[in-house]
């Protein structure tokens, strides 16, 4: 079940959806204080969800994570990515989220017309996180400004801080696949179904051992005892095939040329009638294409599979979208 969820707070932090993730995180939160449950196994799942909760109430400066009435969310979230470190394979994605939530926690102070709790936040920063020199000194330049929408600020935006942690936890959910419950789901049904098989092989040795040493007693009892069926048997007794397996029974009889030629007219006269009534291929719009290459920005080459759970294209196939991409790169539309 924490699998589960988690697999589904990652979804809802994706899509955007507040009041969906509040309530996933709070059965999360039920769930992982069992007792019986390891908190080595899940206890960096639950650190990643506290984290995701902080940044999903970044822009919300009244919500309260820490005792501290002083550290708001983004500033906790800081707190925490810290201790994130060893689940990010990219260090250098690791910085740039780093970097982000410290301009963040800054921009979203003014953003609210909070300057004052954007310069205390600025120092909390600094005595508690290995703050660059740089940075500290081009933020501390801006708030003195009280420059909201400095330039700076817009390219480490609150939307990129989403977007690079939505490419982190794509990346963790492919290397630690939260599918536990599926697995087990599998291993049950499979159990089940030897377990199955095993008593119909007893059953059949059996019988066939006890008649084999009583023949003329059995035969009166064959009769008057039905089989025992099982509900929802997973034996199959009837397999399909297709119609190209069956062999074809057709009686031959030659024709002459007089019949053999209206039968050929009327059969090319079909096909042109079929082939005029196939519906034209779709073409690419250029709203389809924007999808595409927006994707690509955030999943990279590649992913099709996950460009194609982002966007609507329409019906197509991951095979469409890479055929497409070849096409805008020969055609340098794009980068």
């Not at 979203?108 to 120092?123: H, M, P, Q």
């Not at 005595?127 to 081009?138: E, S």
């Not at 982190?168 to 199955?196: F, G, I, R």
């Not at 009166?220 to 007794?237: C, G, N, V």
Request: hydrophobic fraction near 35%.
């Amino acid at each position: 079940m924490l699998d589960f969820l988690f697999v589904s707070l990652c979804r809802r932090f994706k899509e955007g959806k507040l009041d969906e993730f509040n309530e996933m995180l709070s059965a999360f939160e039920a769930i992982s204080q069992s007792p019986w449950l390891k908190e080595d196994l899940y206890g960096e799942k639950t650190m990643i969800c506290a984290f995701l909760a902080r940044v999903m109430h970044g822009k919300q400066l009244d919500v309260q994570f820490e005792e501290d009435d002083h550290v708001m969310p983004l500033m906790s979230a800081a707190e925490i990515w810290s201790k994130l470190k060893d689940t990010v394979e990219d260090e250098s994605m690791f910085k740039n989220i780093k970097i982000l939530l410290l301009v963040q926690t800054v921009a979203v102070c003014l953003e609210k017309g909070k300057r004052s709790s954007a310069s205390s936040a600025l120092k909390w920063l600094e005595n508690n996180h290995d703050f660059p020199q740089n940075l500290g000194v081009k933020l501390k330049t801006i708030v003195t400004q009280r420059e909201t929408y400095h330039p700076f600020l817009m390219s480490f935006s609150f939307s990129r801080l989403q977007e690079t942690i939505q490419s982190y936890l794509d990346a963790y959910l492919e290397k630690n696949p939260s599918d536990y419950l599926l697995k087990a789901a599998t291993k049950k049904v499979l159990s089940s179904q030897n377990t199955e098989g095993l008593e119909d092989v007893v059953t059949h040795d059996s019988s066939h051992s006890e008649t084999a040493n009583k023949p003329e007693a059995n035969k009166a009892e064959k009769h008057q005892k039905r089989k025992r069926k099982k509900l929802l048997s997973t034996k199959i007794t009837d397999v399909w095939k297709p119609d190209s397996c069956k062999k074809p029974c057709v009686a031959i009889r030659r024709l002459s040329p007089n019949e053999i030629s209206p039968i050929t007219s009327e059969e090319s006269r079909d096909n042109g009638n079929t082939q005029k009534r196939r519906k034209p291929p779709e073409k690419w719009t250029p709203q389809l294409d924007k999808y595409l290459k927006d994707g690509v920005k955030r999943h990279g080459v590649g992913k099709w599979s996950l460009i194609l759970m982002d966007y609507d294209f329409q019906g197509r196939t991951g095979t469409m979208l890479k055929d497409r991409w070849r096409v805008l790169v020969r055609g340098y539309q794009v980068g």
